[in-house]
Nanobody, 121 residues
Framework: QLQASGGGLVQAGGSLRLSCAAS????????MGWFRQAPGKEREFVARIMWYSETYYSDSVKGRFTISRDNAKNTVYLQMNSLKPEDTAVYYC?????????????????WGQGTQVTVSS
């Protein structure tokens, strides 16, 4: 089970940190990802972190967002800086039980409930 939190309303240029707490399973071995879905758009890949902490980002967030994990707390984070109005979306965390470098949603087995991020201009 994945529980995402940390969303909210922020002005452009501001920061937020999302958290995703996992329960059950072997979190330390999972690939963890963040996706987002803006109104009227398809869900898209944002970032992922492998079990050995290698990270990858979409071009739209590279240099502004940082994904990290704390295996002792079974938690993955998404630090979002220099936020833009186009970052407004519902953000979802996801877990892949088999190591993957895929950006496809179908590579992930478990999903959190989503947390709303709204960036005002």
């Amino acid at each position: 089970q994945l529980q995402a939190s940390g969303g909210g309303l922020v002005q452009a240029g501001g920061s937020l940190r999302l958290s995703c707490a996992a329960s059950g399973g072997t979190f330390s071995r999972y690939t963890m990802g963040w996706f987002r879905q803006a109104p009227g758009k398809e869900r898209e890949f944002v970032a992922r972190i492998m079990w050995y902490s290698e990270t990858y980002y979409s071009d739209s967030v590279k240099g502004r967002f940082t994904i990290s994990r704390d295996n002792a707390k079974n938690t993955v984070y998404l630090q979002m800086n220099s936020l833009k109005p186009e970052d407004t979306a519902v953000y979802y965390c996801a877990a892949a039980t088999v190591a993957t470098t895929s950006q496809m949603q179908r590579a992930y087995d478990y999903w959190g409930q989503g947390t709303q991020v709204t960036v005002s201009s």
